[in-house]
């Protein structure tokens, strides 16, 4: 048995280090902001394909978003076929996408819908960028929340060259190029 | 699969280029008709169709993000806590201890893929601290102090049986061999060292380094970098023969449940009645953590042990010194951890002419149209930091060798064979090498 004055300093040793690991936890919550969420600024993506490759989850849980509403349905589509295509059609060898995760369907003359099958998509932006070099821009790279681990730190975030992941609150997880101008104002 | 994307994106360019002129022709036209005729909606290049046929837009499927699990990870590691404390320090049997190791590391580890883990949440309670703005999520702050408080209560039961990187090495340490005492010491300065440059990397804003080099994290995920998988691969088949390298060796957070450790309240004995000194305990541990009895008669006179205390202490200020000094001189490489210096560095390397090809960083840059002037004083700024930070970090490891010194050169009066309150993991291999029965 230790002597009663040992016991006691013990003690308030204990007490004191209880205390400042609560304190460091808790001056650490003081910054506790409502939860965050990573998110992909389509502004500032260059699409430069590893959104695809350093994500911690085969495939990614970055996928290609459609704004429909700003979307040209254009027929000849800078996202769906690919540059040197001979054909505008839903031949394979026209598709610019490598896993032909795009589907076009015909709306009305001269319009096209382009849909995102998102199994399918691995994020690599392929499409994204002949979006944004011929048409409106309306595909864009997003992380999908429903696969989001939300990850310490985004593995994708700390490759990405353009400095496009940010964290956004839970609460408006996507930027949506569709609401920027709801997100500007 | 990295390769291919690059190839494939190098050959898009290409030909993005060259198809780009001929279809530049016929779109000329179009575009500028566009131009003039909306120069309000100047950014869309083509204008959103209105459909006859009465066609609406589908809605862009958003959905939120699942935090359902986050509450059951809180409740699951309090009530493996608690479970953990009860079999070490009550019931007293290695396999219901590492029974619940197993079932650690297929919760916390397979099945909720190693995050949120204690061991990364050093790294957000800094950032936390550091960054005002910075939101620490409550199950983050759980997990960093639980385990904690525990340690102070009961040891090191987190490391036992419920940290899943514990777990994965514990369940292959098929032939754990003794480590020598002195590189054991030496080595176990390394978790400082680690702990010290991650804190320094958050507080810099560079990453979060324990995480990115976390070596088990990858096969929780079943995918991971090449050489990432290498390195867990081989701490895996170290583990086999050294017992949890990681954790002896390397793990940061380890530091604070050693000290907390050392502290605790109860402790698992190895003995659960009077030792009988058989000894027989001393081939159990595969950690060198348990502490022999001291000889009755001291092998040195006081004096002496009293002029060497003397003068280690004396080499505590010292230490810190020589390690202000080589923090210091560590300003460069340490600057390196963060992305921003390393593109500066690039960049600045590029106008040079040090290298034949852009990378994506410096592309990307380029193409944002930042000033360099802009980039390379916050380079600088970040790089007086680094210097500043530096000699921090060589001042706390200073002080963390002379403390060692200090703590090796005391001779604690022990008459039985006891576990290490700090290195002990809690894991109850002695238990049943104990021949004493209650």
């Known amino acids: 048995m230790k002597p009663k004055g040992k016991r006691k300093r013990r003690d308030f040793v204990?007490?004191?280090?209880?205390?400042?690991?609560?304190?460091?936890?808790?001056?650490?919550?003081r910054?506790?902001?409502?939860?965050?969420?990573?998110?992909?600024?389509?502004?500032?993506?260059?699409?430069?394909?590893?959104?695809?490759?350093?994500?911690?989850?085969?495939?990614?849980?970055?996928?290609?978003?459609?704004?429909?509403?700003?979307?040209?349905?254009?027929?000849?589509?800078?996202?769906?076929?690919?540059?040197?295509?001979?054909?505008?059609?839903?031949?394979?060898?026209?598709?610019?996408?490598?896993?032909?995760?795009?589907?076009?369907?015909?709306?009305?003359?001269?319009?096209?819908?382009?849909?995102?099958?998102?199994?399918?998509?691995?994020?690599?932006?392929?499409?994204?960028?002949?979006?944004?070099?011929?048409?409106?821009?309306?595909?864009y790279l997003q992380v999908k929340h429903d696969l989001c681990v939300n990850c310490n730190e985004c593995a994708i975030a700390h490759a990405c060259p353009s400095d496009a992941f940010k964290r956004v609150p839970a609460s408006e997880p996507y930027l949506l190029k569709s609401d920027r101008e709801k997100r500007i104002s | 699969?990295?390769?291919?994307?690059?190839?494939?994106?190098?050959?898009?360019?290409?030909?993005?280029?060259?198809?780009?002129?001929?279809?530049?022709?016929?779109?000329?036209?179009?575009?500028?008709?566009?131009?003039?005729?909306?120069?309000?909606?100047?950014e869309f290049r083509f204008p959103m169709p209105e459909f006859a046929t009465g066609y609406e837009h589908p809605a862009v499927h958003t959905p939120g993000p699942s935090n359902a699990m986050v509450g059951w990870d809180i409740v699951v590691l309090i009530a493996t806590l608690t479970l953990a404390a009860i079999f070490v320090l009550k019931r007293r049997k290695r396999r219901e201890i590492f029974l619940l190791t197993l079932f650690s590391l297929i919760y916390f580890g397979f099945w909720r893929n190693g995050c949120v883990c204690s061991v990364g949440s050093i790294q957000n309670i800094m950032a936390g601290i550091c960054d005002p703005a910075y939101g620490v999520p409550l199950a983050v702050l759980v997990f960093f102090a639980a385990?904690?408080?525990?340690?102070?209560?009961?040891?090191?039961?987190?490391?036992?049986?419920?940290?899943?990187?514990?777990?994965?090495?514990?369940?292959?340490?098929?032939?754990?061999?003794?480590?020598?005492?002195?590189?054991e010491k030496v080595l176990s300065i390394l978790p400082y060292i680690y702990l010290g440059l991650a804190m320094l990397s958050v507080s810099m804003g560079a990453g979060f380094i324990i995480c990115q080099y976390d070596p088990f994290v990858g096969?929780?995920?079943?995918?991971?970098?090449?050489?990432?998988?290498?390195?867990?691969?081989?701490?895996?088949?170290?583990?086999?023969?050294?017992?949890?390298?990681?954790?002896?060796?390397?793990?940061?957070?380890?530091?604070?449940?050693?000290?907390?450790?050392?502290l605790s309240r109860?402790?698992?004995?190895?003995?659960?009645?009077?030792?009988?000194?058989?000894?027989?305990?001393?081939?159990?541990?595969?950690?060198?953590?348990?502490n022999e009895p001291t000889p009755d008669q001291s092998p040195e006179t006081r004096s002496k042990g009293a002029w060497?205390?003397?003068?280690l202490i004396l080499l505590v200020p010292l230490m810190i010194l020589l390690g202000v000094g080589v923090g210091s001189l560590l300003k460069e490489p340490l600057s390196r951890m963060h992305p921003t210096v390393r593109l500066a560095e690039r960049i600045a390397g590029e106008d040079l002419g040090r290298y034949a090809e852009t990378n994506i960083e410096s592309e990307a840059f380029r193409a944002s149209d930042t000033p360099n002037e802009e980039l390379y004083a916050e380079a600088v700024e970040l790089k007086t930091g680094f210097a500043r930070g530096g000699k921090w970090l060589g001042a706390f490891i200073g002080l963390v060798i002379g403390c060692k010194l200090i703590a090796v050169s005391i001779l604690r009066k022990r008459t039985d064979y006891e576990p290490d309150r700090g290195t002990c993991f809690s894991c109850g291999r002695c238990f049943k090498y104990c021949p004493v029965k209650e």
């Open chain 1, 14 to 29: 204990r007490g004191a280090a209880a205390v400042l690991v609560g304190g460091v936890a808790v001056s650490s919550l």
């Open chain 1, 31 to 139: 910054s506790c902001s409502p939860k965050l969420v990573w998110q992909i600024d389509p502004e500032k993506c260059t699409q430069c394909g590893r959104c695809a490759t350093h994500c911690v989850l085969a495939p990614s849980a970055v996928k290609c978003f459609h704004s429909y509403s700003i979307c040209g349905y254009c027929d000849l589509c800078g996202g769906y076929l690919r540059p040197d295509a001979k054909k505008r059609n839903t031949g394979a060898e026209n598709q610019l996408c490598p896993t032909a995760a795009i589907t076009r369907t015909f709306i009305e003359n001269p319009y096209y819908q382009y849909k995102i099958d998102e199994d399918l998509c691995i994020g690599c932006g392929i499409c994204v960028e002949g979006c944004d070099v011929f048409g409106n821009g309306s595909m």
């Open chain 2, 1 to 42: 699969m990295r390769g291919f994307f690059m190839t494939a994106k190098a050959q898009r360019r290409k030909v993005f280029r060259w198809s780009g002129l001929r279809v530049f022709a016929s779109l000329r036209s179009i575009l500028l008709l566009l131009l003039f005729v909306f120069p309000a909606r100047a």
């Open chain 2, 147 to 183: 385990p904690l408080l525990f340690a102070l209560l009961f040891g090191r039961v987190f490391c036992a049986a419920v940290c899943p990187l514990g777990a994965i090495q514990e369940a292959v340490a098929i032939r754990p061999v003794k480590v020598p005492p002195v590189v």
């Open chain 2, 219 to 262: 096969f929780f995920r079943m995918g991971a970098s090449f050489s990432m998988l290498i390195f867990g691969g081989l701490m895996l088949v170290l583990g086999i023969f050294v017992a949890r390298p990681y954790c002896r060796f390397l793990c940061p957070y380890g530091v604070l449940l050693n000290w907390c450790s050392k």
């Open chain 2, 266 to 290: 109860h402790h698992a004995t190895i003995t659960p009645a009077d030792c009988i000194q058989c000894e027989l305990c001393t081939d159990s541990c595969p950690y060198n953590a348990i």
């Open chain 2, 308 to 311: 060497r205390l003397g003068r």
